[in-house]
C-alpha cells in the first residue's frame, strides 16, 4: 500500500489547512489510520488517530482544533487543521496500519506546514 500527502502549505496563525492522504489500496480494511507530525531534532509524534471502529485519539496539543476523517469509498483520509498556531508548524505524516495475521505499517513521505505569525 502506498500513501500520498497533501495539503501543506504556508498558513498565517489562526488559519486552516486539510490534509489527505491517498492510498493505493483499499483503507476500509485498515486497522488504524493517523496522522504524525516531526520537526528537526525532535521524535515523530501521534497527532491524530481513528480505528477500524472509528475511535479517534488527539493529541493534547492539538484537541479542539484538529479533526481527523475517512473517506472510504476515495480511499482517502483527512485531516482538518484549524486555529493554527506556530508550534504546528512540522512535516505531517500519514500512516495506515494493517493487521493481515502480522501487523504491517505504511507510511506518506510527508507534507510539510509552516504556520507564520
Known amino acids: 500500500v502506498q500513501l500520498q500527502a497533501s495539503g501543506g502549505g504556508l498558513v498565517q496563525a489562526g488559519g486552516s489547512l486539510r490534509l489527505s492522504c491517498a492510498a493505493s489500496?483499499?483503507?476500509?480494511?485498515?486497522?488504524?489510520l493517523g496522522w504524525y507530525r516531526q520537526v528537526p531534532g525532535k521524535e515523530r509524534e501521534l497527532v491524530a488517530s481513528?480505528?477500524?471502529?472509528?475511535?479517534?485519539n488527539y493529541a493534547d496539543s492539538v484537541k479542539g482544533r484538529f479533526t481527523i476523517s475517512r473517506d472510504n469509498a476515495k480511499n482517502t483520509f483527512y485531516l482538518q487543521m484549524n486555529s493554527l498556531k506556530i508550534e504546528d508548524t512540522a512535516r505531517y505524516y500519514c500512516?495506515?496500519?494493517?493487521?493481515?495475521?502480522?501487523?504491517?505499517?505504511?507510511w506518506g513521505k510527508g507534507t510539510l506546514v509552516t504556520v507564520s505569525s
Open positions: 489500496g483499499s483503507i476500509s480494511s485498515a486497522s488504524a
Open positions: 500512516n495506515a496500519v494493517y493487521d493481515w495475521g502480522a501487523e504491517y505499517d505504511y
Open positions: 481513528v480505528t477500524s471502529r472509528g475511535y479517534t
